[in-house]
């Protein structure tokens, strides 16, 4: 396919060439004039008079010289594979299978990267084409008589604005029409293959350095996005196909902690304070206090996603303990610029322009100091003994999660949902209950992971009471929210960003509350140590502060380009993440539910693992959903930033010429008077 694409652009090309070399210019005007719409004709018309007027004729000079342009062609080895003596059947094993299509993965994107190249060089040239052209047509209008060719462009301009009455074959008699069904075959004849959404509103620039640092940590989390779920994507696979290969450095136990923390650190905390760099100096009417040190913060963080990837998959870790296996070096570097992110945020809020703070900075600064705390926990080694490691891996696993990234995109969506709906949050004082109780319950549920182990009776009962307690600030956030819709239900349909809102206000109520469901000693019993846990955590993390994240990037990233992306494919990645989600997540819960039964009934282990089977197989088609969702918002992020390409437009660039050269000799004129 690529061989035949590339075939075609340069046959086209060479045709093209060969075409200009036999015709030579343009001997007539005729086929330029059709080729005018009714107001590049008025354009010329006026240009024609203008022109007649001035007394002195003006030598037309400066013409686009035109360079020639080089095509190269790559030429490419093909190896010839090699065969093995067992013959074709080492082809048909599903672990051969996956890991060839794993390396014909960064094969085919180099092919379609060279595509794209090749196409940018044809349209290149084409462009240049156009170009010429435009200088021809000014070359043709400036030979041909006057006179002549404004009569025949009263005759073209004549035919354009031509139309038909509408009343040939049906009398004068206005037909009736209360529905409104001919209006809109007259005026939107076209047939939309999903609803139209309403395009962002145009609002007051922002600081070009500060958009630019926005939109590479945007990137550079999209890029974690990617390479996160693409090995999340791959572990689904080997639940399904455990002998996809037998690599050290492909095993589950390394590949699944470089998937969970990609998608925390680099993906989720990058996407979060590439959004707060805008919305924190936005709410204060301030300029951000360090564009250099956002940089900063940027470099360390994905240097410190780098080089604990590579660690993690050569076997390099912290012992195990989840979401904390990099090592304290690596992790100082992600310590340093999330200082650093703080200063800056402080340094921000010190220099408001209003008096009052408003409450989206009161959670993403809170989230900031509260994620700094939780690694100087967490990597002490003072307390790093026995039950003492396993009481701080409950406080970092579950701070992490609830004070980093649930406080930070909570932070995010006070800002842009009322932003997106054009109406204030429903109620500050909701905003402000539901802060200081989740501070003060969500710092005491860690534990609730260890229930019925060693850990003493009376903390397990205050991690199921703290559980018991986010019952609180849940309600006042998701009451918070869904009152600001209040009066604005009507928006969502024509909306591409609060459908995303939607779906994760939904997910913070449910998934919030599943978890104290969780915690409770009798259900805690049936779920724990199943795969109920994982449905729970990308109900959440995935359900939640992704659909944040992105609901918040579709909103902010139009505003720094100007630019938005395909509504069709925004509806694509909408529908593939949740619908995706859903499939992931119901059929594991439903079959955890049965495992854990079948535990405590005393069945044989082995017949949970072949009663699972199924289940799994739904989660890696849920999995594979969710990660071609990533694909086309990577794409939408790339449409956002770079848009369409524009074609040029031959009469308006000879007019616009025209008219330059006109000018210049208008001031020629003026001077030498």
């Known amino acids: 396919m690529a061989a035949v694409f590339i075939y075609n652009r340069i046959k086209a090309a060479t045709a093209l060439y060969k075409k200009q070399k036999s015709e030579g210019p343009q001997s007539s005007l005729q086929q330029y004039l059709h080729s005018f719409n009714s107001t590049q004709i008025e354009a010329l018309q006026q240009y024609l008079r203008k022109k007649k007027n001035d007394v002195d004729k003006i030598n037309k000079t400066g013409l686009l010289s035109l360079g020639t342009l080089l095509f190269w062609v790559l030429s490419a080895k093909q190896g010839v594979a090699q065969t093995t003596k067992a013959g074709n059947t080492i082809w048909a094993e599903g672990g051969v299978i996956i890991t060839l299509i794993l390396i014909l993965i960064p094969i085919l994107a180099g092919i379609w990267l060279m595509m794209v190249k090749v196409n940018n060089i044809f349209r290149q040239y084409q462009d240049k084409q156009r170009l010429q052209e435009a200088d021809e047509l000014i070359s043709l209008i400036d030979q041909t008589d006057q006179s002549t060719l404004e009569d025949a462009l009263s005759k073209r301009k004549k035919a354009l604005d031509y139309s038909l009455k509408h009343n040939e074959l049906s009398g004068t008699i206005a037909a ?13 004849p076209g047939l939309p293959v999903v609803s139209i959404k309403k395009r962002a509103i145009k609002r007051p620039a922002v600081n070009p350095e500060l958009s630019k640092l926005i939109l590479w940590y945007l990137g550079a989390a999209t890029f974690w996005l990617l390479f996160g779920t693409t090995v999340g994507e791959y572990l689904g696979i080997k639940f399904v196909a455990p002998d996809a290969d037998q690599l050290s450095w492909l095993s589950f136990g390394r590949l699944r902690p470089v998937h969970t923390n990609a998608v925390f650190w680099g993906w989720a905390s990058l996407g979060m304070i590439g959004l707060g760099l805008y919305v924190v100096p936005r709410v204060g009417n301030a300029a951000l206090a360090s564009i250099k040190m956002g940089w900063y913060s940027l470099w360390l963080i994905n240097s410190a996603v780098i080089i604990g990837s590579l660690c993690l998959m050569a076997g390099i870790n912290n012992g195990g303990g989840e979401y904390r296996e990099y090592t304290w070096p690596v992790m100082s570097l992600f310590a340093i610029g999330v200082i ?61 999660v609830g004070m980093w990234f649930m406080f930070f995109t909570l932070g995010i969506v006070y800002y842009f949902l009322p932003q997106q709906l054009n109406k204030p949050i429903y109620s500050y004082s909701l905003g402000i209950l539901a802060f200081w109780t989740q501070i003060l319950f969500y710092t005491l549920i860690g534990t609730h992971h260890f229930v019925f182990s060693s850990i003493p009776w009376w903390l397990q009962t205050v991690a199921i009471l703290g559980s018991m307690g986010m019952v609180i600030p849940v309600a006042a956030g998701t009451t918070n ?73 579709y909103a902010l990233v139009p505003r720094l380009t100007g630019k938005e992306a395909p509504q069709i494919t925004v509806g694509a990645h909408f529908w593939l993440a949740l619908i995706g989600l859903m499939f992931y997540t119901i059929p594991l819960m439903y079959g ?46 790339y449409k956002m930033i770079k848009g369409s390409r524009q074609v040029i437009d031959v009469p308006d660039v000879a007019l616009e010429k025209l008219y330059q050269s006109e000018e210049s000799s208008t001031e020629k004129r003026i001077k030498t008077n």
């Open 340 to 400: 650093l992110t703080l200063i800056n945020f402080l340094q921000t809020v010190a220099q408001r322009k209003t008096k009052e703070i408003y409450i989206s900075n009161w959670y993403i600064i809170a989230s900031v100091i509260f994620v700094i705390v939780i690694a100087v926990v967490a990597y002490i080694p003072w307390w790093q003994d026995g039950l003492g490691e396993t009481i701080i891996q409950g406080y970092y696993m579950h701070q992490g």
């Open 176 to 188: 009736e029409d209360d529905k409104g069904l001919l209006y809109q075959i007259q005026n939107d």
């Open 592 to 637: 955890s539910t049965l495992k854990g039964l079948m535990w405590m009934d005393g069945k044989p282990f082995i017949d949970s693992v072949v009663f699972m089977a199924p289940y799994w197989l739904w989660r890696a088609i849920g999995g594979t959903l969710m990660w071609m969702s990533h694909l086309f918002f990577a794409y939408n992020l």
């Open 481 to 553: 929210f869904i009152m600001t819709f209040k009066g604005a239900w009507h928006k969502v349909p024509s909306s591409y960003t609060l459908p995303f809102f939607l779906v994760g206000i939904i997910f913070y109520f449910t998934g919030s509350l599943q978890g104290t469901a969780e915690a409770f000693r009798s259900t805690n019993l049936i779920w724990h140590f199943t795969d109920f846990t994982v449905a729970h955590s990308h109900l959440t993390m995935y359900g939640i502060i992704c659909f944040f994240l992105w609901a918040g990037i």
